[in-house]
């Protein structure tokens, strides 16, 4: 089982809960952070101490206040993480609901499972950390399996979700096919990005552009 685990949770009675349900495996040693700073920081510190955490358990939610912070999400911290220790094995426990930001981080290899808080959701998280400790890899259950295929979105290319961020950002079909030009895109036209937008307005269903960008923040692809 693993050895060292950080639990990066905001909420107290949460994280107690989550300790308490990982006390049988007694030779665990668990660690708490409120803040991702602060975790990412205790990932740091372990790494460099030759003792590196081998499972990081992060709500993708954390409420501001008071305390300046540089990361401000789970999602950010789970990046970070990532990128100083890329062997890390990550599950994340959220309340989060929009499937195209947690299919994006399985199919991007940022976590190895996903566990939706609820009232049985402790013994979810125990199965999850069994089986990603027993695989190695990914544990996706087939309920979230099923939510996946019911999001419709398998058929989005990385091309739309650039032309989605930019259209969110007031960019004009033109400056898009300039932006896409630059990066040598193969369909960068400006007949081509209109064609890719209304690809995207039929597969949303979406009545104009302003209800598009709407529906694809809605759902966690921008």
Avoid: W
């Avoid at 125990?126 to 996706?140: C, F, H, L, R, T």
């Avoid at 979105?153 to 896409?180: R, Y």
């Amino acid at each position: 089982m693993f050895k060292k685990v950080l639990i990066a949770e905001d909420i107290d009675t949460i994280s107690f809960g989550i300790v308490t349900a990982l006390a049988e495996y007694s030779d665990m040693e668990i660690n708490h952070a409120k803040y991702c700073d602060d975790a990412l920081l205790k990932i740091k510190k372990a790494i460099q101490e030759n003792n590196p955490y081998d499972l990081l358990i992060s709500d993708l939610s954390f409420k501001a206040d008071h305390t300046k912070t540089i990361l401000h999400s789970g999602e950010e911290l789970v990046q970070a993480v990532k990128e100083i220790q890329p062997e890390i094995h990550i599950i994340v426990y959220s309340i989060e609901d929009r499937m195209a930001k947690i299919k994006n981080m399985f199919d991007n290899n940022l976590i190895n499972a996903y566990v939706s808080k609820g009232r049985n959701s402790t013994q979810e998280l125990k199965k999850a950390i069994e089986n990603v400790y027993a695989n190695g890899g990914k544990y996706v259950p087939e309920t979230l399996q099923s939510m996946f295929r019911e999001a419709s979105i398998f058929e989005i290319e990385e091309q739309d979700i650039e032309l989605l961020n930019l259209l969110a950002k007031g960019c004009s079909q033109e400056e898009i096919s300039v932006h896409f030009r630059n990066k040598n895109y193969t369909s960068a036209s400006p007949s081509s990005v209109e064609k890719r937008i209304n690809k995207l307005k039929i597969h949303f269903n979406s009545r104009n552009i302003t209800h598009l960008i709407s529906q694809t923040k809605d759902i966690g692809l921008i």
